[in-house]
Nanobody, 128 residues
Framework: QVQLEESGGGLVQAGGSLRLSCTAP????????AGWFRQTPGKEREFVAA??????????FYADTVKGRFTISRDKDKNAVYLQMNSLKPEDTAVYHC???????????????????WGQGTQVTVSS
């Protein structure tokens, strides 16, 4: 079982920035495809961003709603994946979950059913 730990959520004003972190203690995280999904009450969990495993080239994918504002990245030495969120909007308010799949490739990167491990989530609240 892979445990994912998220951090970095919080309250920020519209236009502000936050950086979310996801780590997988004891795992070589570069061998995993990592994704960020978000969920608000009463809605399905939606795709935000993903980065494929190192062996698959580290390709990045973004939802249209965050393209140009959010950036996903990986730090091999810190065994972490980050989501840098800039120009935040109130509609970005949600619980953000990190997800992972070992040796994950580009196919299925945006599909929440194509991930095997999930973190508990971190709350992001953007005030207007």
């Amino acid at each position: 079982q892979v445990q994912l730990e998220e951090s970095g959520g919080g309250l920020v004003q519209a236009g502000g920035s936050l950086r979310l972190s996801c780590t997988a203690p004891g795992r070589s995280f570069v061998t995993y495809r990592a994704g960020w999904f978000r969920q608000t009450p009463g809605k399905e969990r939606e795709f935000v961003a993903a980065i494929t495993s190192r062996g698959s080239g580290g390709s990045k994918f973004y939802a249209d709603t965050v393209k140009g504002r959010f950036t996903i990245s990986r730090d091999k030495d810190k065994n972490a994946v980050y989501l840098q969120m800039n120009s935040l909007k109130p509609e970005d308010t949600a619980v953000y979950h990190c997800a992972a799949k070992q040796f994950g490739i580009s196919t299925g990167a945006t599909d929440r059913d194509n991930y095997d491990y999930w973190g508990q989530g971190t709350q992001v609240t953007v005030s207007s």
